[in-house]
């Protein structure tokens, strides 16, 4: 499973994109300017209504699964010494805290991902930065929001391409280089028709773009998004 | 109307020295191909894989730029303004996989239409009139993720004529398609010649298509070997290695396929 947008009627599918745009960057300094247990356990519960208000569930998270690993294996290094005490748990809870942070923002943007089509993300980008830079950045948005689900679903075939001839048998590394030389040969066969159906399309890089309003449900959301960026440079001021 | 003259294109120009290079290095793909196909006129391009069908078609709206002749559509060559011709020649690919690049039936359709910086009335009014054309009117929302071969196949049909073409090209729309999604494919076929829009069916397998037709272009090694009516060109083109009716009886265009054959 891919995550990506998800029709529906969820309170975050009537947001405009602007109005979640602002909570994920307000989200996200609130995470890194309050790094405390509690700030995190008050970010948790918000986060979790985020996902929750698009009408998302823990089955988006497994997307993340990825960089799971990461995630949990950081704290072990940053805590591991190469002498004695072997091991500092204070390392290793600031960068557990730093790993949860980054798990927190994930889920966040998980909520926003399920709840907003590429189009109208494209039409928040271009608004809120004006003239060609909204331009490239509101394309390069689109652009990586339609070929990274294809990539990963290009990837899964050439796994399952090697394990449907016997691969799974071959030593972890064999897979690994068999599955990257061929996923890289379809990414750029990927790259090349999916720029052949732009061209085809008559892509455009300030194309009719579609109507964005705030609506009654977009002034409580602009005001969390404002909160929680607020609270964020005060924490850093002080 | 679309008129290709002389048109010649290579693939691989850097030529690894094979029996298909020529002087001017490379693989030939088109070799010297002039055609016109006249406005309203349902045209099929056969010819077996690799016989240059799909880098003909792909030069009338500048997908592909021929390395000598001219292509034109009304009148204005393709490479004066590819806009226009992308906008006067719609492409649907093999692959519809390769076409759709949005995660909903509406937005993929509107996609045409916003780049070309349509009004939100003219693109809800295209999408519209685009999905109703494929008969899948109210189904905007649905995840293309979630659609069968053939409605994906629908769909890519659909993002073509919401730039209100005035030549619709497809791309062995058949490819991979159950017997039910042929059908359907068919019948907005049948519904699209009914309207007066020209149609290219580019394909190696005339058995659904040829009663349609009202000409027939069979290619081979990048040539035309054939320019002919349906009738003769079914008796011509299994030469080419191209599959065709059993029995030809000129049927009408709207009417359902007669007895079919495997034998090319």
């Not at chain 1, 796994?159 to 972890?172: C, F, I, K, N, Q």
């Not at chain 2, 290079?21 to 045209?43: C, I, K, N, R």
């Not at chain 2, 049909?157 to 073409?165: N, Q, S, V």
């Not at chain 2, 599959?243 to 054959?261: C, I, K, L």
Request: one cysteine or more; a neutral charge.
């Amino acid at each position: 499973m891919t995550l990506s947008y998800v029709p529906g009627d969820s309170l975050a599918h009537r947001l405009d994109p602007r109005s979640k745009l602002l909570v994920q960057v307000g989200f996200a300094a609130a995470a890194y300017a309050y790094t405390t247990p509690r700030g995190l356990a008050a970010l948790t519960f918000l986060a979790v209504a985020c996902l929750w208000l698009a009408g998302g569930g823990p089955r988006d998270l497994w997307t993340y699964r990825a960089a799971f690993p990461v995630l949990l294996v950081a704290p072990l290094v940053a805590g591991a010494t190469l002498g004695a005490p072997w091991f500092r748990v204070e390392r290793a809870a600031t960068t557990g805290l730093a790993s949860y942070r980054v798990l927190l923002i994930l889920v966040v943007a998980a909520g926003y991902v399920r709840s907003t089509p590429v189009r109208d993300s494209r039409a928040a980008v271009q608004r809120a930065v004006p003239g060609k830079p909204g331009q490239f950045l509101g394309t390069g948005v689109a652009l990586v929001f339609r070929f990274l689900p294809l990539l990963k679903r290009d990837l899964l075939t050439a796994r399952e391409a090697v394990r449907s001839r016997g691969g799974g048998t071959l030593p972890v590394r064999e897979r690994m280089r068999l599955v990257a030389v061929a996923g890289i040969n379809r990414a750029f066969g990927r790259a090349d028709r999916l720029g052949t159906a732009l061209n085809a399309r008559c892509f455009a890089w300030n194309p009719t773009l579609p109507r964005l309003a705030f609506g009654p449900a977009d002034y409580p959301a602009l005001a969390v998004g404002a909160g929680l960026l607020a609270a964020a440079v005060a924490m850093t001021i002080v | 109307m679309i008129d290709a003259t002389g048109v010649t294109c290579r693939y691989g120009r850097s030529g690894s020295g094979g029996s298909d290079a020529d002087d001017g290095g490379g693989l030939v793909a088109v070799d010297d191909v002039t055609l016109s196909v006249p406005d309203g006129e349902f045209l099929i391009v056969a010819g077996a894989n690799g016989s240059g069908k799909t880098t003909l078609v792909r030069t009338f709206n500048g997908l592909v730029e021929p390395d000598a002749g001219t292509v034109s559509v009304n009148g204005a060559p393709v490479s004066d303004d590819l806009v226009a011709a992308r906008t006067a020649v719609g492409m649907v690919f093999q692959d519809p996989r390769d076409q759709l690049v949005a995660a909903t039936v509406g937005a993929d359709v509107a996609f045409g239409p916003e780049n070309l910086g349509c009004s939100h009335a003219e693109i809800d009014r295209r999408v519209a009139d685009a999905l109703a054309a494929v008969n899948m009117a109210g189904r905007e929302d649905e995840r293309i993720a979630s659609l069968s071969g053939g409605e994906r196949e629908r769909v890519a049909i659909a993002g073509a004529l919401a730039m209100e073409p005035d030549h619709l090209v497809l791309d062995e729309p058949f490819t991979g398609l159950d017997e039910p999604a042929r059908r359907s494919v068919l019948d907005r076929l049948r519904a699209l010649r009914a309207a007066g829009t020209s149609v290219i069916v580019v394909t190696h397998d005339l058995r659904d298509v040829l009663g349609l037709a009202d000409r027939v272009v069979g290619l081979s090694a990048g040539r035309v070997a054939v320019d002919a009516a349906p009738r003769e060109a079914a008796e011509k083109l299994p030469g080419l290695d191209v599959r065709v009716p059993a029995a030809f009886d000129d049927r009408p265009a709207d009417a359902p396929a007669a007895g079919e054959t495997d034998d090319p």
